[in-house]
């Protein structure tokens, strides 16, 4: 029988119980659309891991301190990473050229009424760099394509410079809303803005930016900043001096091992890390490069990729199950049919592929609804994950090849017992 | 005349046995007879007289126990599943007591059926047409059996019997569940078809071997040559 004949008779064999074949794909239709979904969140919180990542250049080892919890508090398990230290790195260390640091913490800032409770960024005067190169944001309805410079991030004013951040100068720069928030549409370049009761004058604003990566959305908001010179920060919102983080830039990427070691030993030096009982060194912070963070962070994004598609996958073989029973009633209904198709001179291989033909066709049909209904369920999926869900392009033809896959194997048994069945009993059937 | 022509059928000493639980039971003990091209054999017999398993065995439905089964000349009583498809499909067309036509499908295309088995051929459509016009009811085409009479669905079931120029026809109780008058009717159509057959592409018209099965001994008059079984035995030829 020719293949054309094969798939109208067995679309005939779908149509002669429409509710039925509907209901069984709709397992399916569930068991494709949640493969979609389930790697789309994978997918997504792999995409918001790279783009955390991304301003940590090749050529950058983060430096940060070692936390631990004690009495309900973040604590240092040692010495603090001080300002200090960051300060004296690219002196101690000759294959560091230059290093960044930043700091967060609550601030009370006001404007005449107008006060905001807000996480208070200091950084050093390479901070702004660091935001216009981790691309995680862009000046609103930016066009594609087209690089951007420090400048297009700055409405008005400027950043601050390396002699502010060493002078522990009392000036500020603003986000987009921040600055309306609150000065309500005035200028506020020069002006006096008061953070924990302490004079500040800002001395520049922010474009009005956009988040570029969708996974991280609903995770930052760039509108509402507020940048001071990392000294200024530590003076004006600690009591006790804080640790800080510092990036610190390799002069040769190629040394990047070295470097390690190097800094790893000026900072033992400085926190008089020495070697224990047991023969290691103790300590009290981390250093990390783009490699490890990204090796570790997509290997956990990864673990969950594959815990959610394999949820999904069981959902198919669900489906596939339902495929089989109704396949299965299906060749008993229809004993006799196959019976008449044996005895004019059909083959086993006829009957077979017949009713595997019905199998795939049901599953191929539910394998296209599926990919329609996964694809549009996403944004509403991303709700429940702090909008981090981003289609992954292969699972689209994943889900549907699972899809047919899960008939051609769920249809083989129901098929190759149709064709095994003895003419002259099938005739009998009623 | 008979010297001229090898029979279509050629049956020696076949028989058949089936396992039933604890015991076996000789449905068929040695059955031997030939039928020549062009007959029309009525096989009649009490039920459990093997007629029934006999003429599975002539329709290639059913391997022998024993014994040799010629078609045409060609030995069929040792044939792979396979084989015994090809070998219904092409030598062989089936009519039954209950018509069986697949009721999903119109007539042409139960019709059309057997044709398609056979791999590509561009004249089905034509071939289909010619056979129910032949059985005449080629302005039925379109219907399914559900919306046919009795007697027309059984005209479908021979259209569909001869659509593929077949060697010999087995019709098993072929009126058994029509009225007497249609029965009648169809039992004229048989014959038509065993005296006058139907020429085709310019070859030769093929006279067409029919088995008749039967325990209807009016229905039996039609045939040229009844068989009587009794017991897996043929008792009277």
């Known amino acids: 029988m020719t293949l054309f004949n094969t798939i109208l008779s067995a679309l005939g064999g779908i149509a002669g119980n429409r509710l039925r074949a509907t209901l069984t794909t709709l397992g399916i239709v569930i068991g494709v659309a949640s493969v979609i979904t389930m790697l789309a969140l994978g997918n997504g919180a792999r995409s918001a891991v790279e783009a955390n990542f991304r301003h940590l250049g090749s050529d950058s080892v983060l430096v940060r301190v070692k936390d631990k919890i004690d009495q309900g508090e973040i604590v240092p398990v040692g010495k603090i990473l001080s300002y200090e230290e960051g300060l004296q790195m690219p002196k101690e260390v000759a294959l560091v050229k230059w290093v960044s640091m930043t700091i967060g913490g609550e601030g009370k800032i006001r404007h005449e009424r107008n006060v905001l409770d807000m996480l208070v960024t200091g950084t050093t005067a390479e901070g702004i760099l660091n935001i216009v190169s981790q691309q995680q944001v862009q000046p609103i309805n930016w066009p594609d394509g087209i690089p951007f410079s420090e400048e297009v991030f700055l409405d008005r004013g400027r950043f601050f410079t390396p002699a502010e951040v060493v002078s522990n100068a009392r000036v500020c720069v603003l986000g987009h809303?921040?600055?309306?928030?609150?000065?309500?549409?005035?200028?506020?370049?020069?002006k006096v803005v008061w953070v924990n009761r302490q004079r500040?004058?800002?001395?520049?604003?922010?474009?009005?930016?956009?988040?570029?990566?969708?996974?991280?959305?609903?995770?930052?908001?760039?509108?509402?900043?507020f940048y001071m010179p990392i000294s200024t920060a530590i003076e004006n919102l600690f009591d006790d001096e804080p640790s800080v983080e510092i990036t610190a830039r390799i002069s040769d990427e190629g040394q990047m091992a070295q470097a390690r070691k190097d800094i790893t030993n000026y900072l033992r030096e400085r926190h008089e890390i020495a070697l224990n009982e047991e023969g290691d060194y103790e300590d009290d912070f981390d250093l990390t490069t783009r490699q490890e963070i990204l090796g570790a962070q997509q290997a956990a994004a990864r673990t969950f990729s594959f815990l959610l598609a394999a949820m999904a996958i069981v959902s198919?073989?669900?489906?596939?199950?339902?495929?089989?029973?109704?396949?299965?009633?299906?060749?008993?209904?229809?004993?006799?049919?196959?019976?008449?198709?044996?005895?004019?001179?059909?083959?086993q291989r006829d009957i077979i592929l017949q009713f595997l033909f019905e199998a795939v066709l049901i599953s191929a049909v539910g394998g296209v609804f599926g990919i329609a209904v996964g694809v549009l369920a996403i944004p509403f999926v991303a709700n429940f994950n702090e909008g981090v869900a981003l289609l992954a392009p292969a699972s689209i033809p994943l889900a549907f090849g699972v899809a047919l896959l899960t008939g051609l194997l769920f249809g083989l048994y129901?098929?190759?017992?149709a064709a095994s069945l003895d003419p002259i009993e099938a005739l009998r059937h009623e | 005349m008979f010297m001229e022509k090898p029979p279509v059928i050629q049956v020696e000493e076949l028989s058949r046995e089936y396992q039933m639980g604890e015991s076996i039971v000789q449905a068929l003990r040695g059955v031997s007879f030939q039928v020549q091209k062009g007959d029309f054999v009525a096989l009649m017999g009490p039920s459990g007289s093997g007629k029934s398993t006999l003429m599975h065995l002539l329709g290639c439905l059913d391997t022998p126990s024993a014994g040799t089964y010629r078609l045409n000349g060609q030995d069929v009583s040792r044939l792979s599943k396979r084989q015994m498809a090809l070998v219904r499909n092409q030598q062989i067309g089936f009519v039954f007591q209950t018509f069986n036509l697949l009721p999903r499908l119109n007539a042409m295309a139960n019709v059309k059926m057997p044709l398609l088995y056979r791999g590509r051929n561009s004249r089905v459509d034509e071939q289909a047409r010619e056979a129910l016009s032949w059985v005449g009811i080629a302005n039925?085409?379109?219907?399914?059996?559900?919306?046919?009479s009795g007697g027309?669905?059984?005209?479908?079931?021979?259209?569909?019997?001869l659509v593929t120029n077949p060697a010999i026809i087995l019709a098993d109780e072929p009126t058994g569940n029509l009225d007497s008058r249609t029965g009648a009717e169809i039992m004229q159509l048989l014959s038509q078809l065993n005296q006058k057959p139907i020429a085709r592409n310019g070859e030769t018209p093929q006279p067409r071997t029919i088995i008749l099965v039967t325990h209807d001994p009016q229905v039996a008059q039609y045939a040229h040559r009844i068989l009587h079984m009794q017991d897996g035995e043929i008792t009277n030829d």
Not at chain 2, 140 to 148: D, M, V
Not at chain 2, 152 to 161: E, H, L, S
């Open chain 1, 316 to 347: 198919l073989v669900v489906g596939g199950i339902g495929i089989m029973n109704v396949m299965l009633v299906s060749v008993m209904e229809r004993t006799r049919e196959i019976g008449i198709r044996l005895a004019v001179g059909a083959g």
């Open chain 1, 414 to 417: 129901p098929a190759a017992r």
């Open chain 2, 152 to 161: 027309q669905r059984q005209r479908v079931a021979i259209a569909r019997a």
């Open chain 1, 177 to 190: 809303k921040t600055a309306t928030d609150l000065y309500e549409g005035d200028d506020p370049i020069e």
């Open chain 1, 200 to 225: 500040c004058l800002v001395i520049g604003v922010f474009v009005e930016l956009e988040v570029t990566n969708p996974a991280l959305r609903n995770q930052i908001r760039p509108n509402e900043s």
């Open chain 2, 140 to 148: 039925r085409a379109q219907h399914r059996p559900s919306e046919l």
